[in-house]
């Protein structure tokens, strides 16, 4: 924890020691670390000061933030409108079906958080599923099986379509 | 590369003048070569998950390869989006406009042995009209681009939006610089309600207006005031306002400055959501750039104004369009919405003087202080004026982004621009402004696309997301879907929004399942006028419009969930089923491999069938099966 303190404490001292830092400080922990912790939180509030309390109050509206730890890999099925016209709903089942996870949690072995979003804008491929922060436009169940496969064995790299979020 | 570097050196780029800028201007155009070939990829989100990158690179060593030895060097381009991304990557070659679609990296070769060094064209990588077969040659000739107006977007796909130079070649700042040094603020208010614009956020607020109720508020209150670009777009199936931060960002922060300036504001933010990373990217180096060249920052231009901008990430909120939930959202506070009694643009930010607008609105105002506000105004319709751009997704052809005219028939936009519903048939409805529009079915496809007659139609502009739905998209299901969505994104705070929305919910969820009754729709009619009239916020207050103009239009279509358990469109999960038609079942055995609970059985080669008394309606089958084998009804 001393090397994330020391992490933590340096970020912060880029933003002002004011209440209006608290989002951007818990947006930056969580790139970091992809959760935020409790004593990532004291220290975020410390800095701000704002009390713990309202810290939490803070991250616990944001759909973003995340107080567990989360998955090697992160998949986000998209759920806005157009994907789910065209069977993002779907996806999210088959995808828990696959995983053994509810939408929000994380695999048992730490591999797969997986998650729903809103609307990454980019429609025109509905569905989209973003995994990793890569996007797979007009995602199947048989293309995401593939693309889990060549997570869990990189060697079988043959995915068509990926390009950066 | 170059202008970072150079931003260390920033006196030496600063621009002190509108000459300057004029002389910056002609400096770089004077070192273009208008004959030299220029290939253009298109980088923004769509063709960039299409694998666009991987064809601008595989271009790039294709070029290294070839070692043309022409007397100019093609370049290489990267633009935002487009709009026609259904047909992406997208690759346009320059000065000839031969306009390439759904180009893979292995086609990078070929363009350019033979449309670079011998002048021929890929034939293979045209477009082809589908009403005539024929393969177009232009960009312009596409029938896509052929019937837009683009205003708004006209330096998308034109421009480099990273490199400042570009939106300097083609005009950027320059109405910043007149403005600067030939009007006064209240000339640009003039101008911007002489343009009749109206907010392109949603309400369609007109911004003069806004402005100007901002400047009176100054007047009693004082300064500081703030200038802020609602960058949130929550609205799921809109991507516009993220296609101009990434493709155009420099229009949107002198949008902002122009802004900044009319009101005499010296601070501006730009709440952009978490979700747009190459957004907040290009925002973020065209400001960098902007402050190198003296158009941000101290002393614009030496006219003595001063304005910073910063960027706030938005964490994942819809409310955060909202805009008292936005400030308090910037200020670091969970983003509750808060009444309206007082108005924004006296008490903002801080409690001080604000005027929010949204991106596409920011965008606007260069065009409007560059050609005047009467020239905007002729645009349009009287009271719609300019042009609006919409995101055309769902059941079409040409998904993508397009840029018409207020007031344009829906059907110039879904059939003439949007190439109709794929197979042929007309479409069933169009959902307009999200969650809070509604459905305008096809026996209105002459209604007018401006703010009034979609309201007039039960709809609402919105900030232009279109859905294009047919007849197998069920007009309950997708009231379930924005219903589900905003109980998700309701902050919770009022009764009306956070209790009535999930009991409307229910009783949609019912109908899904085939229960309830049609008393059950006098509920949902009595429901939402409660929540109307007493929500605190627009997100609730809004909420019921979905559901009201799908009853009003296709009532139908609930009563046969509700009286004969059936779901017309095949989407209800528990009043479908799933079978194979033999005579175009070939036996490939793909949908049995794929189905999670093994109720597809079959001989190899021979027509397989589903046992439905253990399918679970997961659909896979139908997605997998590449020869229409699987129905549902
Ligand atoms: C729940 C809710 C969400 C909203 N989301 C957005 C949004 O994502 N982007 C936006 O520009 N306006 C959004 N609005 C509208 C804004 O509150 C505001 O009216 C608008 O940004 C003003 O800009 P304009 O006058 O340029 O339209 C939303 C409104 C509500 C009630
Ligand atoms: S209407 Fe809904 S979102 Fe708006 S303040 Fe009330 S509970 Fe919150
Ligand atoms: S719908 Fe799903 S469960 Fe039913 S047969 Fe098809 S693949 Fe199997
Ligand atoms: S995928 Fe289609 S063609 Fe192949 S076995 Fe299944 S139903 Fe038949
Ligand atoms: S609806 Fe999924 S990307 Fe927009
Ligand atoms: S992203 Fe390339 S056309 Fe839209």
Request: aromatic fraction near 6%; charged fraction near 25%.
């Amino acid at each position: 924890m001393s090397d994330n303190a020391l992490y933590i404490d340096e970020m912060m001292d880029q933003y002002p020691a004011k209440p209006e830092s608290l989002i951007v400080i818990l947006q930056e922990i969580q790139n970091k670390y992809g959760f935020i912790s409790g004593d990532a939180m004291r220290l975020a509030s410390e800095h701000v000061h704002v009390p713990l309390t309202q810290a939490y109050a803070v991250a616990t509206f944001y759909q973003s933030f995340r107080l567990d730890p989360v998955g090697e890999h992160e998949i986000k099925v998209c759920l806005g409108t157009a994907c789910h016209l065209k069977g993002g709903q779907r996806l999210v089942e088959d995808l828990e079906r696959r995983l053994h996870v509810e939408s929000g949690g994380t695999t048992e072995d730490m591999r797969f958080t997986l998650n729903t979003v809103n609307c990454v804008g980019a429609c025109a491929l509905a569905p989209v599923v973003s995994v990793d922060n890569q996007y797979h436009p007009n995602a199947t169940a048989k293309k995401m099986e593939k693309v889990l496969k060549s997570l869990t064995d990189p060697s079988l790299e043959e995915m068509e379509g990926t390009g950066n979020a | 590369m170059h202008d970072h570097a150079l931003a260390e050196q920033s006196d030496a780029l600063r621009l002190r003048s509108l000459d300057d800028l004029n002389r910056l201007r002609k400096q770089i155009l004077d070192k273009r070569d208008p004959d030299q070939p220029e290939i253009v990829v298109c980088h923004g989100t769509g063709c960039l998950a299409n694998g666009s990158a991987d064809v601008s690179a595989a271009i790039r060593s294709a070029l290294d390869a070839s070692g043309i030895e022409a007397k100019v060097v093609p370049g290489i381009k990267t633009t935002g989006c487009q709009g026609f991304c259904s047909h992406g990557p997208l690759v346009v070659i320059r000065p000839r406009g031969i306009f390439y679609q759904k180009v893979k990296p292995k086609d990078a070769k070929e363009i350019i042995e033979k449309t670079i060094v011998q002048g021929d064209v890929v034939k293979r990588l045209l477009y082809k009209n589908p009403t005539d077969g024929e393969k177009i040659l232009h960009e312009q000739d596409i029938p896509f681009y052929k019937r837009q107006t683009r205003v708004v977007l006209h330096n998308i796909g034109k421009i480099d939006p990273t490199d400042i130079s570009d939106t300097i070649a083609s005009g950027g700042y320059q109405a910043l610089a007149k403005a600067l040094t030939t009007m006064t603020p209240e000339q640009v208010v003039q101008e911007i309600e002489t343009s009749g614009l109206r907010g392109r956020g949603g309400a369609g607020f007109p911004t003069g207006r806004k402005w100007r109720s901002a400047l009176t508020a100054i007047e009693k209150k004082g300064r500081p005031v703030y200038v802020v670009v609602n960058g949130d777009e929550g609205d799921p199936g809109a991507f516009m306002d993220r296609t101009i931060m990434e493709g155009d960002p420099h229009a949107v922060l002198e949008g902002l400055i122009l802004g900044a300036y009319a009101l005499g504001a010296n601070q501006g933010y730009l709440y952009v959501r978490a979700e747009y990373p190459l957004a907040i990217k290009h925002l973020t180096i065209a400001m960098e750039q902007a402050r190198a060249y003296g158009l941000l920052g101290d002393n614009i231009l030496n006219s003595g104004f001063s304005f910073d901008a910063r960027i706030n990430r938005g964490a994942g909120a819809f409310v955060c369009g909202e805009s008292t939930a936005l400030f308090t959202s910037i200020e670091g506070n969970p983003g509750n919405p808060r009444p309206k009694y007082v108005r924004s643009v006296e008490e903002g930010l801080w409690g001080r003087p604000t005027v929010l607008n949204n991106v596409e609105t920011w965008a606007n105002i260069p065009l409007i202080v560059n050609k005047g506000g009467d020239w905007y105004a002729k645009i349009g319709v009287p009271h719609s004026t300019g042009t609006k751009v919409f995101s055309l997704v769902g059941k079409v052809n040409n998904v993508g982004l397009v840029e018409v005219p207020m007031g344009v028939p829906l059907s110039t936009i879904v059939e003439d621009i949007g190439g109709g519903v794929p197979g042929g048939a007309p479409f069933k409805a169009v959902q307009t402004g999200g969650p809070s529009g509604g459905c305008i079915p096809y026996e209105l496809k002459d209604t007018p696309v401006d703010f009034d007659s979609l309201t007039k139609a039960g709809s609402m502009m919105g900030s232009g997301a279109m859905i294009v739905m047919d007849n197998r998209d069920c007009v309950v299901d997708v009231g379930r879907y924005f219903l589900r969505f905003l109980e998700e994104e309701s902050c919770g705070k009022c009764m009306p929004c956070r209790l009535g929305l999930s009991r409307m919910r229910e009783i949609l969820d019912n109908f899904s399942e085939g229960k309830g009754s049609e008393k059950d729709i006098e509920d949902l009619l009595s429901l939402s006028k409660a929540i109307q009239d007493s929500a605190l916020c627009a997100l609730g207050s809004s909420a019921p419009n979905p559901v009201l103009t799908t009853l009003k239009y296709f009532k139908d279509e609930y009563l046969a969930h509700v009286t004969r358990q059936k779901c017309p469109a095949g989407v209800c999960k528990n009043l479908i089923t799933y079978s194979i038609d033999p005579e175009l079942c070939t036996g490939c055995t793909s949908c049995a491999k794929q189905c999670p609970v093994g109720c597809i059985e079959g001989e190899k080669k021979k027509p397989h069938a589903i046992d439905t008394g253990l399918c679970i309606r997961c659909g896979i089958c139908m997605d997998t099966c590449k020869f229409n084998a699987v129905n549902v009804i």
